[in-house]
C-alpha cells in the first residue's frame, strides 16, 4: 500500500518562505521519479518541481530561482523549499510518484498522489 502523506503547508504574506514535506510509505523511493504539483481553484494541475531516480531535477518556469525540490532516500522524505512567495503561488500543493527513472512534469507520469496541502500567499 503506497502513501504519500504531505505538510508544512499554511499562509503566508507575499515574500515569505515556507517548507513541504512528504513522507513516502510502502513504495521503492530510491529509485523513483518524485515531484510536487499545485492546483489553483479553477485551474488545471501543474507540475511544479520534479525531482529523478538520477537526483535530476525539473522546475516549471514560474518557479525557477525561488523553489527547491529536495529528497532524502534513507528517510523516505521528498522537500520543497519555497521562498519569495507571491500570490499567484497560491494553491493545493500535491506530492506524487512515479515508476519512472527522469523527472517528469506531466501528470500522466504518476501513478500515486498525496491528499494535498494548502498554501496561500497573501499580498
Known amino acids: 500500500q503506497v502513501q504519500l502523506v504531505e505538510s508544512g503547508g499554511g499562509s503566508v504574506q507575499s515574500g515569505g518562505s515556507l517548507r513541504l514535506s512528504c513522507a513516502v510509505f510502502?513504495?521503492?523511493?530510491?529509485?523513483?521519479?518524485m515531484a510536487w504539483f499545485r492546483q489553483a481553484p479553477g485551474k488545471e494541475r501543474e507540475g511544479v518541481a520534479a525531482i529523478g531516480g538520477d537526483k535530476g531535477v525539473r522546475y516549471t518556469d514560474s518557479v525557477k530561482g525561488r523553489f527547491t525540490i529536495s529528497k532524502d532516500n534513507r528517510k523516505k522524505t521528498l522537500w520543497l523549499q519555497m521562498d519569495s512567495l507571491k500570490p499567484e503561488d497560491t494553491a493545493i500543493y500535491y506530492c506524487a510518484a512515479s515508476g519512472r527513472w527522469f523527472a517528469s512534469l506531466l501528470p500522466g507520469d504518476y501513478a500515486y498522489w498525496g491528499q494535498g496541502t494548502q498554501v496561500t500567499v497573501s499580498s
Open positions: 510502502g513504495y521503492t523511493y530510491s529509485w523513483s521519479c
